[in-house]
């Protein structure tokens, strides 16, 4: 895809300094523009490049005017950080706009799904299967029977969607992901067997929900497993069942929840944390990376470590830490006064 300055100084509402007809087909950093490509420069730290870029558009701010000569076409804007945001995410729409349905793909009996509904080669769509307008579903995609999907859902390539799960509008779940699977529940015997107990419940997604890939998200023994509108989840999450977590949460990769934990909203959770079953959190959490959660904790508590205590308390004790082996050695030497 290419565009002109022209164009996008449109789409921005900006002004062209240069050659209108200048055309991009790619983006790039303004150190590493080439011919035909797009950049941006909003930080002062990297002006200098500006002169010596060959980039072949590049954004800036209104106030910005050139101490030297330069070659890039430019087009002024009020933001030029929030512009090329904005350019962004209208590339990224344009690049997603697919529709049709391509084959070899499966579509069993009792299927609905609206408009403009993308779907890619290799997918199974299973019985009473609900799916919104404007959904893209890629190739080697499946999803079980009777799930619902909302609006404007993405759902990119190789996603394993469980029978019974309900997606909301808006949602994006990327490659990997399995939404639904069993939660991990198994029975003890006597013969020191373990039986498997059913697991019947769902999963529930509200809407503006992201699901980053190579996360699973268990389906609940009985009820459901619910993820909060506006929740966002990274890379290689573990969530089991009954777990909820709140609106508007954040959770970095490799963290694992255990099964009926209750996290609130706005909570950040950082990355490779472990949360065990049966808690509640309050709204608000910060928990710093690889940290252990073994106990509830209150509205608006920040804390670290394993097991994880306040977060004040634990930089002062990690000072502490890191100075025990000489403390050691003090308390030796002292030892050694005395006696």
């Known amino acids: 895809m290419k565009f002109t300055a022209e164009q996008i100084a449109g789409i921005l509402e900006g002004e062209v300094v240069g050659n209108p007809n200048a055309e991009v087909f790619k983006l790039a950093k303004i150190e590493e523009g080439t011919a035909g490509s797009l950049t941006f420069l909003a930080n002062p730290k990297y002006q200098n490049y500006i002169y010596t870029t060959e980039a072949s558009i590049t954004i800036v701010n209104q106030t910005f005017e050139p101490e030297q000569p330069i070659s890039t076409t430019l087009i002024k804007v009020e933001d030029a950080y929030k512009s090329f945001s904005k350019l962004l995410e209208y590339y990224n729409q344009v690049k997603l706009m697919k529709s049709g349905i391509e084959q070899p793909s499966v579509i069993s009996e ?40 909302g609006d404007n859902c993405i759902l990119f390539a190789g996603v394993r969607i469980y029978s019974e799960t309900e997606i909301g509008s808006n949602c994006t779940i990327h490659s990997g992901s399995i939404i639904g699977s069993d939660g991990f529940g198994f029975a003890p015997s006597e013969d020191g067997s373990y039986s498997k107990i059913p697991q019947i419940g769902n999963v529930i997604l509200e809407d503006n929900v992201d699901v980053g890939s190579c996360t699973t998200i268990d389906r609940a023994t009985l009820g459901s497993t619910i ?98 082996p000489k403390i050691v050695a003090d308390i030796d030497e002292l030892k050694k006064k005395i006696e």
């Open 110 to 149: 009792n299927v609905t799904y609206g408009e403009h509904l993308y779907l890619g080669s290799f997918c199974y769509i299973g019985k009473n299967v609900t799916i919104g307008t404007n959904v893209k579903i890629y190739p080697n995609t499946f999803i079980g029977d009777n799930v619902t999907i």
């Open 227 to 324: 993820i909060r509108k506006g929740v966002k989840l990274d890379n290689q999450i573990q969530i089991a069942h009954n777990v909820e977590i709140g609106e508007n949460t954040v959770i970095a990769a490799q963290t694992g929840i255990a099964g009926s934990t209750k996290i609130g909203k706005n909570c950040l959770i950082g990355g490779q944390v472990g949360i065990v079953g049966h808690l509640i959190i309050g709204d608000g959490v910060r928990v710093q990376a690889q940290s252990g959660i073994g106990k509830n904790l209150k509205d608006g508590e920040t804390v670290q470590g394993s097991p994880a205590f306040n977060y004040g308390d634990f930089s002062k004790a990690f000072v502490h830490f890191r100075n025990f």
